[in-house]
């Protein structure tokens, strides 16, 4: 299934595949615990940026290797490279305009992340 999101003021608009049922993730990290970020993780073959790219404004921190973009307009964080897959996207579940017809909201213990992370890297492969 193909599904469109965005960003709160519209700006930055992106599409995903992925199938009609997904498990994502609500991790309780510092920064995902504060944006309410649940985790639809995702090979970047089936993501692709639809408009906005300008608009991005990227942050990292820690060990840099987290890549978050926000929009500059209305700070919203649509997706984001994450450090456990590098090799994928992580778009917020609810940033997307409809979401899959079944979702299964898993936790995941990103406060002790090194333990964890490596129980996500399947997520992002073809």
């Not at 290797?65 to 090799?87: E, L, Q």
């Not at 213990?109 to 964890?116: H, K, L, S, T, V």
Request: hydrophobic share 35%.
């Amino acid at each position: 299934m193909r599904y469109t999101g965005g960003c709160h003021c519209g700006q930055v608009r992106f599409a995903v595949e992925a199938p009609e049922s997904v498990e994502v993730e609500d991790c309780n990290c510092s920064i995902c615990s504060k944006s309410g970020h649940l985790h639809l993780i995702v090979p970047k073959s089936a993501f692709e940026l639809l408009a906005g790219e300008e608009a991005l404004t990227l942050y990292t921190f820690n060990t840099q290797v987290a890549r978050h973009y926000f929009c500059s307009t209305c700070g919203i964080k649509p997706f984001y490279v994450a450090r456990s897959n590098p090799d994928g996207m992580d778009v917020n579940l609810r940033c997307l305009d409809t979401p899959p017809a079944s979702v299964t909201i898993v936790p995941f213990d990103g406060q002790n992340w090194e333990a964890n992370a490596a129980s996500l890297s399947h997520k992002s492969k073809e």
